[in-house]
C-alpha cells in the first residue's frame, strides 16, 4: 500500500474520533477545519492525489473519497447530536428560575366600591341596583327636578335619545326601589354616573353609592348616625364629620356632608384649603313629594338619602391629588393598591 493510503486512513481514524469525542460546538467546528477545511489534512491528502503516478490514482483517490464521505457524515451526525443535546439541556435545566405569571388584581374604585358597600351592610343596609342609561323620568321628573333645572340641559348631562341618558347620578336608583319596595327600606345602589364634567377633581365618568332610608319615625339624627358610622369606618375611628346646609330638588332639608381633612385632621391646610374640612357627599331628608311618585304614605313614613363619590372618597383616603390616575391604567399607579 502507497505512504498516501496509509495516511488516508490515519487521517480519516483520526477525524471520526475528533468528531465523535467532540462535546461542545466549537471543539466540533475545530475537528471540521483541521480535516475538512480548505487547508484540512483530509483536503489535502485528496490533493495529494493528483501527484502520485497514474498507475496508483485510482485506489488512492477511491480511499480519499471514501474517507472524505464518512468524515462529512460523523460531522453531520455530531452536528446532530449536540444540537439535540442543547435543546434537552434548555428542556430539562431545573435550576433556570421560574417565570411567573402576571397576576392582575381588583382595580382600586372596584375595591373601595366593594368595601363602602359593606360597611353599610353591616349597618344592616342591602345592595341594589339600576341601569346606567336612564330615562328622563328617573333621572330627574320623578326626583322632583323642575323642567327647567341647569342640569336637564343637553349642555350639563350626557344625552343618548329623546329623554333618554347616561345617568348624571345613582338617585334614581331611589325611585325605582321605591316602586318595587315597600318600606321599611334600607338600600344601597353602587354604580357608575357620568357627566359634563372634566378636572383633576371631576370625571366624565365617575361612581357614586347611593343610600336610602325609608321607614318609620326616621330623622336627621339618624342620617348623621349612619354617616359617622360609615366615616370613621371608612376612613378612621376619630374620622369627625359635618353637616352643611344645602339644596337638592329631591331631598328636603338637604346637606353637604363632609369630614374632618384627612391630612390635617382639621387644623386648616393646602389640602383643605385652610377650612379643615373636605367635602364627601350630598345628603338629606327625602322630600315627601317623592312619596307620591311611588305611592307612599309621607304620614307613616319618612327618610333619608345620600350620594357618595367613590372616587372622591377614595382620592381622600389614598391622598390622591388627580382623579385621572384612576382611569389611565398605568399600571406603576395601580399597582400600589
Ligand atoms: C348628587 O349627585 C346627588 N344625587 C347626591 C344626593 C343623593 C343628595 C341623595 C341627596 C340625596 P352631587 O352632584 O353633589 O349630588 O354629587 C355627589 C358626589 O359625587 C359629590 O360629592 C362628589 O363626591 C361626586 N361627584 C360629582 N361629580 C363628580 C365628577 N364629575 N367626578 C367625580 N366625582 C363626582
Redesign the pocket.
Known amino acids: 500500500m502507497s505512504a498516501l493510503l496509509e495516511k488516508i486512513a490515519s487521517s480519516q481514524k483520526a477525524a471520526l474520533e475528533a468528531m465523535a469525542q467532540a462535546n461542545q460546538a466549537q471543539d466540533l467546528e475545530k475537528a471540521r477545519v483541521d480535516f475538512l477545511g480548505a487547508k484540512g489534512q483530509l483536503t489535502e491528502l485528496t490533493r495529494a492525489v493528483g501527484t502520485l503516478p497514474p498507475e496508483e490514482r485510482p485506489q488512492a483517490g477511491q480511499a480519499a473519497n471514501v474517507a472524505l464521505k464518512a468524515v462529512k457524515a460523523a460531522h453531520q451526525e455530531a452536528v446532530a447530536r449536540l444540537a439535540k443535546a442543547q435543546t434537552q439541556k434548555a428542556a430539562l435545566d431545573v435550576t433556570l428560575p421560574g417565570r411567573r405569571r402576571p397576576i392582575g388584581h381588583q382595580h382600586l374604585i372596584g375595591r373601595v366600591m366593594t368595601e363602602i358597600c359593606e360597611i353599610f351592610e353591616r349597618l344592616g343596609f342591602s345592595v341594589v341596583e339600576g341601569p346606567e342609561v336612564e330615562t328622563d323620568y328617573y333621572n330627574f321628573e320623578a326626583l322632583n327636578f323642575p323642567a327647567d333645572h341647569p342640569s336637564r340641559d343637553m349642555q350639563e348631562s350626557l344625552f343618548v335619545g329623546d329623554k333618554l341618558l347616561l345617568r348624571?347620578?345613582?338617585?334614581p336608583v331611589?325611585i325605582r326601589t321605591m316602586e318595587q319596595r315597600k318600606p321599611p327600606v334600607w338600600v344601597v345602589a353602587p354604580g357608575k354616573t357620568y357627566?359634563r364634567?372634566d378636572d383633576i377633581?371631576?370625571?366624565?365618568m365617575?361612581h357614586?353609592v347611593?343610600g336610602l332610608v325609608v321607614d318609620e319615625g326616621v330623622t336627621m339624627a339618624d342620617l348623621k348616625g349612619v354617616l359617622s358610622a360609615f366615616a370613621t369606618s371608612f376612613f378612621s375611628p376619630d374620622t369627625a364629620i359635618r353637616l352643611r346646609p344645602s339644596f337638592?330638588p329631591?331631598?328636603e332639608p338637604?346637606a353637604?356632608v363632609d369630614i374632618a381633612c384627612v391630612l390635617c385632621g382639621g387644623k386648616g391646610c393646602r389640602l383643605c384649603k385652610g377650612s379643615g374640612w373636605l367635602?364627601?357627599?350630598?345628603?338629606?331628608m327625602v322630600d315627601p313629594a317623592l312619596y307620591n311618585f311611588v305611592g307612599y304614605d309621607p304620614k307613616k313614613v319618612s327618610g333619608f338619602?345620600?350620594?357618595?363619590?367613590v372616587?372622591?372618597a377614595a382620592m381622600l383616603k389614598y391622598g390622591l391629588s388627580n382623579?385621572r390616575h384612576l382611569y389611565e391604567g398605568d399600571l406603576r399607579f395601580l399597582e400600589q393598591f
Do not use: C, K
Not at 201 to 204: A, F, L, V
Not at 279 to 284: N, P
Not at 305 to 309: D, M, R, S, Y
Open positions: 348624571t347620578h345613582t338617585s331611589q357627566r364634567d377633581t371631576h370625571s366624565p365617575f357614586q347611593e337638592f329631591f331631598t338637604s353637604e367635602e364627601l357627599l350630598g345628603s338629606g338619602a345620600f350620594g357618595l363619590g372616587d372622591r382623579i
